[in-house]
């Protein structure tokens, strides 16, 4: 059973801010949000997690709505090589990833 | 960062051959790590559970007997698919996790190609 749901695919304008949201109303209070991408052919890449707080680091920013019902990882200015699949995953001990579809973001010109 | 190798990154077989895939953590140790197959346009599916020095948790519907899984060191563990067939064709990709509290993370690999003939 899905845990999160996610749109099937996505645009962004080159330079512009991507906003990738991601829907998991029945996560649970020991549950963290991560948000990991994959490039075609290549191994998942880790980009953010957190539990309650808006996170940030060099990569992106994950905002989580304060009934952790919903969260939106946002690339502040994306980049053609920023074009991936994202997985939202909510998990409670980092032993259970389950990857759903994910969003198919393109990044155009 | 945390940094997770495969090897091979690909690999042609015939049919009723057994291949050998490693995982490595190269710069921290992890006792557990995972394994994933990905089909064409499929996400990741989790195959199995490992831990150092235990019997590796396989997912339902994953033959143990068909994908043997080792981790002896805190640093390796190899996924080996016996007699392989073609429909084993497939992106096998390890992750390993990286840390012991629950906020820690998992880091994958490059993932391993398989071809099948």
């Known amino acids: 059973d899905a845990k999160t749901t996610q749109p099937p695919s996505m645009d962004c304008a080159e330079g512009r801010a991507a906003n990738l949201p991601c829907n998991h109303s029945?996560?649970?209070?020991?549950?963290?949000v991560y948000w990991y991408r994959q490039i075609h052919s290549q191994g998942p890449q880790y980009i953010i997690h957190?539990?309650?707080n808006n996170e940030t680091n060099e990569m992106a920013s994950l905002i989580i709505t304060e009934d952790r019902k919903s969260s939106t990882l946002i690339l502040p200015h994306a980049t053609l090589r920023d074009t991936a699949v994202y997985y939202c995953?909510?998990?409670?001990?980092?032993?259970?990833?389950?990857f759903g579809a994910g969003t198919r973001l393109t990044v155009k010109p | 960062g945390a940094v997770v190798s495969q090897h091979p990154s690909w690999v042609i077989c015939k049919s009723g051959t057994s291949v050998k895939i490693e995982c490595r953590s190269l710069?921290?140790?992890?006792?557990?790590m995972f394994w994933y197959r990905q089909f064409p346009k499929q996400s990741l599916m989790l195959m199995a559970t490992?831990?150092?020095?235990?019997?590796?948790?396989?997912e339902q519907g994953v033959e143990k007997d068909k994908f043997l899984i080792n981790h002896a060191s805190l640093t390796l563990s190899t996924l080996t698919v016996t007699s392989a067939h073609p429909e084993d064709s497939s992106f096998y990709i390890c992750?390993?996790?990286?840390?012991?509290?629950?906020?820690?993370?998992?880091?994958f690999g490059p993932g391993t190609r398989l071809t099948v003939l």
């Open positions: 490992s831990n150092e020095g235990s019997k590796a948790t396989y």
């Open positions: 995953i909510v998990s409670n001990n980092n032993n259970d990833m389950r």
């Open positions: 710069d921290f140790q992890a006792t557990t």
């Open positions: 957190g539990l309650k």
């Open positions: 992750s390993a996790r990286y840390g012991a509290a629950s906020t820690d993370t998992q880091y």
């Open positions: 029945t996560i649970s209070g020991n549950e963290y």
